[in-house]
Structures are given as structure tokens and as C-alpha cells.
């Protein structure tokens, strides 16, 4: 199983390298990056990304292939983006990922160092920060990318009682309902895994991404088929014990 499920793997991504276009259903929270980017331009007001409280791992990874999407779209806009970080490796990392998008866009003057800062590695000193941020700078909209803990409503909350248009994705489900219930969007899941892949339609990640969604269905049906056939033929069939074995 293993071995059909990485060829099917293996043919997806040849496919796209190919130029094939492979369908992925629309993720809302993900085409709203634009509109909230837009609307941060028009009011005159700047956008914040905080890539979550956590050291450098798979889903502080995703937040920074999202940040530097968002970074492109605002150096297009010439929109500020304030960047409040929470350990000292992420920050450099935001700090070059600003730098290469900014440069990418056209417009390298658009990097301003000032506006990426590490807060703190105290989750509710790097949680006070984030809130002077919202207010002091009345930020318009405000993208929450990677791991939170119990930050997470403290951030979300204040966002939503300066206006600002919320955009918030991690894998974390104990964060989730607070992320639903002040945020315009929330992305969790596997649509959290699929943002990079999604934003940058690389044709290696857009291929993984669709191979693997096909070995999942795979495996589904195959559960499914295994229930009724269990369910029908009975588990007390010989055949069925000499499967089992």
C-alpha cells in the first residue's frame, strides 16, 4: 500500500512538472490574503503577521511561505507590514524572507528592518506586545499564522476590537473555535499544510499536494470496503480469520 500510495504521489508531481493543471478546491481563507492586504492599502493603515509562539518547526514554516506571499502582495501595494516574533531564529529567518520578497516584487526599498521585532520568548510578554502593536499602530488587518497556546484569544480578540480583518491558520484544534469566533477566517487542518503549496502553485508542491489527496481517498475507500465486507460476510467466516491473521 505504501508503495502505490507514493506512486501515486510521484505521478501527481510529474504530472505538474509536466504543466498539467491540477484542480485543488478554493480555500477561502487564503484568497482572502489579497483582500486583506488591498484593505489594509486603502485605509492607509499597516498589516501585522505574527507566525505564531513557537521555535522553528513544520507549522512556523508554513506561517513564513504565507509571509512571504503576504510580503510580495504589500511591497506591490507599498503597504507596511509589522512583523512581532517571538523566538530569535524565526526573526531572522522573517527578517530575510521581508528582504528576498521585497526584492522579488521589484521593490527592494520596501524591506524596513524596524518593522520585524522579536517581542519576547515570555508567551504573555510576547501576548502584550502583539497588543500594543494592534493598538498603537490601529493595524487594518491582521494575519495569525503557526502555533499559538493561550495567546491565541488574546490576539484574536484585540484585532477584532480595533477593526482589523482577520486571517488565521494553525494546526493547533485547541485554538481553533477561538480563532472561528473573532476572526473573519480561519484556515486548520490540512488546508493549514496546504498553504504553501496553494499560494505558490510550485509545481512539485501542487503535485504532492493532489497525489496525496488521492492516496487518502484511497485508503478511505478502502476502509469502507473493509467495513462491509466485515459487516455483511460476518467475522466468524474462515476466510475472513485467515485474512486477519
Known amino acids: 500500500m505504501l508503495a502505490v500510495f507514493c506512486l501515486v504521489i510521484l505521478y501527481k508531481i510529474f504530472s505538474a512538472r509536466r504543466g498539467r493543471d491540477l484542480y485543488i ?78 526584492s522579488a516584487a521589484g521593490r527592494p526599498e520596501h524591506h524596513q528592518p524596524d518593522d520585524i521585532r522579536f517581542l519576547s520568548d515570555d508567551q504573555f510578554a510576547f501576548a502584550a506586545g502583539c497588543v500594543g502593536i494592534l493598538n498603537r499602530e490601529q493595524i487594518a488587518s491582521s494575519f495569525m499564522f503557526g502555533s499559538f497556546q493561550a495567546e491565541a484569544l488574546i490576539l484574536s480578540e484585540t484585532g477584532y476590537n480595533v477593526g482589523a480583518m482577520q486571517v488565521a491558520g494553525t ?48 485508503l478511505m475507500a478502502l476502509i469502507v470496503l473493509g467495513i462491509l465486507i466485515a459487516s455483511v460476510l460476518g467475522r466468524d467466516h474462515q476466510w475472513l480469520k485467515l485474512l486477519s491473521m
Open 25 to 102: 478546491r478554493r480555500i477561502p481563507g487564503l484568497n482572502a490574503i489579497d483582500e486583506a492586504v488591498g484593505r489594509a492599502t486603502e485605509m492607509g493603515r499597516p498589516v501585522m503577521f505574527t507566525p505564531g509562539y513557537a521555535t522553528l518547526s513544520l507549522s512556523t514554516l508554513q506561517a513564513l511561505s504565507v509571509l512571504r506571499h503576504v510580503m510580495q502582495i504589500a511591497a506591490k501595494y507599498r503597504t507596511r507590514v509589522v512583523i512581532p516574533t517571538a523566538d530569535s531564529v524565526v526573526f531572522t529567518i522573517a527578517e530575510e524572507i521581508s528582504k528576498d520578497a521585497c
Open 171 to 218: 494546526p493547533g484544534v485547541m485554538q481553533v473555535p477561538f480563532f472561528i469566533a473573532t476572526c473573519d477566517y480561519t484556515i486548520f487542518g490540512d488546508e493549514f499544510y496546504a498553504a504553501s503549496a496553494y499560494l505558490s502553485k510550485e509545481p512539485t508542491l501542487l503535485g504532492s499536494l493532489v497525489g496525496q489527496d488521492y492516496a487518502k481517498s484511497i
